[in-house]
T-cell receptor, first 113, second 109 residues
Framework: NAGVTQTPKFQVLKTGQSMTLQCAQDMNHNSMYWYRQDPGMGLRLIYYSASEGTTDKGEVPNGYNVSRLNKREFSLRLESAAPSQTSVYFC????????????FGDGTRLSIL | DAKTTQPTSMDCAEGRAANLPCNHSTISGNEYVYWYRQIHSQGPQYIIHGLKNNETNEMASLIITEDRKSSTLILPHATLRDTAVYYCTSTDSWGKLQFGAGTQVVVTP
């Protein structure tokens, strides 16, 4: 049982390049989330998807777009990468919003030069 | 802004109980308190959650004050593998977590 799988694990981009971070879960969870974590800080929510077919902005959505491709997959896209988006990105899923614990992937470490 | 505040760091001796405090005086009555931990740079790992009552599972115990303004996570017998950053968070009805900077716990032999 893989849980939440994120690809790639590492990536280096140049300013202005675009990229899509992939996330897939095999737990039949309804809700999925994207967070970013900057050095020495806690996680901040970028976007979330309460259920298949819906997406909503979190705390720091600017510069990102998301797609809930199906129940399993939730992707995060950077259309024009900026150095300020250098961070570790975590995807998470939960059975449903509210009181259900979130299960996190191992993260994508993204550097933008 | 995060609705929880925690000490920046704390040390604990191996085999002893670790008591991690958290203040959450501004969370609303229907918001749960969650605890996660993050070992090295791995993804956060769920530990426990609660609303009003004290909770216990195989990993830890959660003690919530009657006024819900603060809580304490208890690791009953800390091991070296418990060295991590511990996050006390709250969640709204959509499950959105609000993380602060957490407490760096170092368990020493």
């Amino acid at each position: 049982n893989a849980g939440v799988t994120q690809t790639p694990k590492f990536q280096v981009l140049k300013t202005g390049q675009s990229m899509t971070l992939q996330c897939a879960q095999d737990m039949n969870h309804n809700s999925m989330y994207w967070y970013r974590q900057d050095p020495g800080m806690g996680l901040r929510l970028i976007y979330y998807s309460a259920s298949e077919g819906t997406t909503d902005k979190g705390e720091v959505p600017n510069g990102y777009n998301v797609s809930r491709l199906n129940k399993r997959e939730f992707s995060l896209r950077l259309e024009s990468a900026a150095p300020s988006q250098t961070s570790v990105y975590f995807c998470a899923s939960s059975q449903a919003g509210g009181v259900q614990p979130q299960h996190f992937g191992d993260g994508t470490r993204l550097s933008i030069l | 802004d995060a609705k929880t505040t925690q000490p920046t760091s704390m040390d604990c001796a191996e085999g002893r109980a670790a008591n991690l405090p958290c203040n959450h005086s501004t969370i609303s009555g229907n918001e749960y308190v969650y605890w996660y931990r993050q070992i090295h740079s791995q993804g956060p790992q769920y530990i426990i959650h609660g609303l009003k009552n004290n909770e216990t599972n195989e990993m830890a115990s959660l003690i919530i004050t009657e006024d819900r303004k603060s809580s304490t996570l208890i690791l009953p017998h800390a091991t070296l593998r418990d060295t991590a950053v511990y996050y006390c968070t709250s969640t709204d009805s959509w499950g959105k977590l609000q993380f602060g900077a957490g407490t760096q716990v170092v368990v020493t032999p």
